[in-house]
């Protein structure tokens, strides 16, 4: 499988929305409703965010939102606050019991 | 509460082998899988597999078809990934994480693995 395609970076200030697409294929995005997001400041582990597209586990935050369209599924987080810094990276099920992952997107807060 | 422990640092050379030890607590071993991910220095995720502890069942990406196996003692709790053929493009942290086949999440992560090839 070939990795999901996710901007390299993005940035917004305090207080702004962003949004970080994830574009897969009809064998992964396309077809399954089992996108998840992850979450990874600088020397941490990966932190769940968002599952089944749209779904936010307990606990994390409703500025964080997803959704999808067609191959490409996308995370927007609202009022951007300086924590929200940090790499973010998408996962689709691709079929036949497979993951993958996209490149992941460095989040600046200006 | 729910966590992964996992061994600590490997140093080998190209060509040995690795295994890594992941010992989840705080659930039910056999409702969920176990999935493992790995990152090398400075780069992006990158899904190695995945094994249920209820049957045994694997899966691989094709990349790592052959050199990959994922392992579970149900006696001890703790799952293993052993890598072969080890090369310096494997060095990168290792990390087990719990696994929804069903909703497709990971969570929570084990505190990684670090895994040093280098002659």
């Known amino acids: 499988q070939s990795a999901l395609t996710q901007p390299a970076s993005v940035s917004g200030s305090p207080g702004q929305s962003i949004t970080i697409s994830c574009t897969g294929t009809?064998?992964?995005?396309?077809?399954?409703?089992?996108v998840s997001w992850y979450q990874q400041h600088p020397g941490k582990v990966p932190k769940l965010m968002i599952y089944e597209v749209a779904t936010r586990p307990s606990g994390v935050s409703n500025r964080f939102s997803g959704s999808k369209s067609g191959n490409t599924a996308s995370l927007t987080i609202s009022g951007l606050q300086a924590e929200d810094e940090a790499d973010y990276y998408c996962c689709s099920f691709a079929g036949s019991s497979t993951l993958v992952f996209g490149g992941g997107t460095s989040l600046t807060v200006l | 509460q729910v966590q992964l422990v996992q061994s600590a640092t490997e140093v080998k050379k190209p060509g040995a082998s690795v295994k890594v030890s992941c010992r989840p607590s705080g659930y039910t071993l056999t409702n969920y899988g176990l999935s493992w991910v790995r990152q090398a220095p400075g780069q992006g995720l990158e899904w190695l597999g995945w094994i249920s502890p209820y049957n045994g069942h694997t899966s691989y990406p094709q990349k790592f078809q052959g050199r990959v196996t994922m392992t579970i003692d149900t006696s001890t709790t703790t799952a293993y990934m052993e890598l072969r053929s080890l090369r310096s493009d494997d060095t990168a942290i290792y990390y087990c994480?719990?696994?929804?086949?069903?909703?497709?999440?990971?969570?929570?992560w084990g505190q990684g693995s670090l895994v040093t090839v280098s002659s």
């Open positions: 994480a719990r696994f929804s086949r069903r909703s497709n999440w990971l969570d929570p």
């Open positions: 009809s064998s992964d995005v396309g077809t399954y409703d089992l």
